[in-house]
């Protein structure tokens, strides 16, 4: 235990990370949830994992705007692919969703087969590396959470079968994969949209915006002072937090 580590030059960066994923993923995921389409930010943000992986196959590990290129050109096309499937085949829209994820990660192994660090990147890929992240990254994530936050709340996003909402979805997830990887990314959509589920409007998103701040700051605590990756820790206190808000608040119908 080492109650040093909590330095704000360290953290910092990190926590703020974590708010601008939050910013556009609590409204977001209870959309998610009221839609019934849980694992689409898993689909999504695997298909923007792929376009990153493969643009690194093709170009030689290359890096800064081709990578964003890929990543946002990837997932734009998983969500197109996804919206489309919606309207022709909406009943099995989720079997579809964790398919194309199957899919998508498959691809990524195999692209990643002959690379002798190609484990390493699948790695940074689903649990990221949030504890790295730099001032010159919180920016253009500000603008483009702030952007999608303007978009959402305009409606853009409204409607049950909305074009719209899709490609929302796969910019706001692209983004957030780069910074936070897979695994944070689906953790804060759903976990906070999942505490709040019996409370509406913005009592509901003041529940869920609660539970991912104090998932957030308790995780990265706790990875600094117990010596802990800092990703999967976050998870499980995003998950604790979520726990607790429903064993506090419960809600109509709570034990059926």
Same mark, same amino acid.
């Given at each position: ?18 708010? /601008?994923?939050? !910013? ?5 995921? &209870?959309? *998610? ?17 792929? #376009? ?23 997932? /734009?096309?998983?969500?197109? #692919? ?5 309207? &022709? ?12 994820? @199957? ?21 940074? /890929?689903? *649990? ?7 001032? !010159?990254? $919180? ?21 049950? &079968? !909305? ?21 944070? @990314? ?7 949209? /999942? ?6 409007? &913005? ?15 308790? #995780? ?17 206190? $995003? ?11 419960? #809600?109509?119908? !709570?034990?059926?």
């Amino acid at each position: 235990m080492n109650l040093a580590a909590l330095d704000w030059t360290i953290l910092g960066p990190p926590l703020l990370a974590g708010l /601008l994923v939050l !910013s556009t993923h609590v409204p977001l995921g &209870r959309q *998610v949830l009221a839609r019934g389409i849980i694992f689409i930010d898993l689909a999504v943000a695997q298909f923007a994992g792929l #376009g990153v992986v493969l643009a690194q196959v093709v170009g030689g590990h290359v890096a800064g705007p081709v990578v964003q290129f890929a990543a946002f050109g990837a997932a /734009l096309l998983g969500a197109g #692919g996804l919206y489309l499937c919606e309207r &022709r085949w909406p009943r099995i829209q989720e079997a579809i969703i964790g398919s194309v994820f @199957v899919l998508a990660a498959s691809g990524a192994i195999l692209l990643l087969a002959g690379d002798p660090q190609g484990g390493e990147h699948l790695k940074d /890929l689903l *649990v990221g590396q949030v504890l790295w992240v730099s001032g !010159s990254q $919180l920016w253009p994530m500000a603008w483009l959470s702030a952007a999608v936050l303007l978009l959402l709340w305009f409606g853009v996003a409204a409607t049950r &079968r !909305s074009l719209g909402f899709y490609l929302l979805f796969a910019v706001a997830v692209t983004a957030s994969v780069q910074l936070v990887g897979v695994y944070l @990314v689906f953790a804060s959509l759903i976990l906070p949209a /999942l505490a709040s589920r019996t409370a509406a409007g &913005r009592s509901g998103l003041l529940r869920a915006y609660g539970v991912g701040i104090a998932g957030y700051m308790l #995780g990265l605590a706790a990875s600094a002072v117990f010596d802990l990756p800092a990703g999967p820790v976050i998870v499980w206190a $995003l998950a604790g937090c979520a726990f607790v808000m429903a064993l506090v608040n419960p #809600g109509p119908g !709570s034990t059926d």
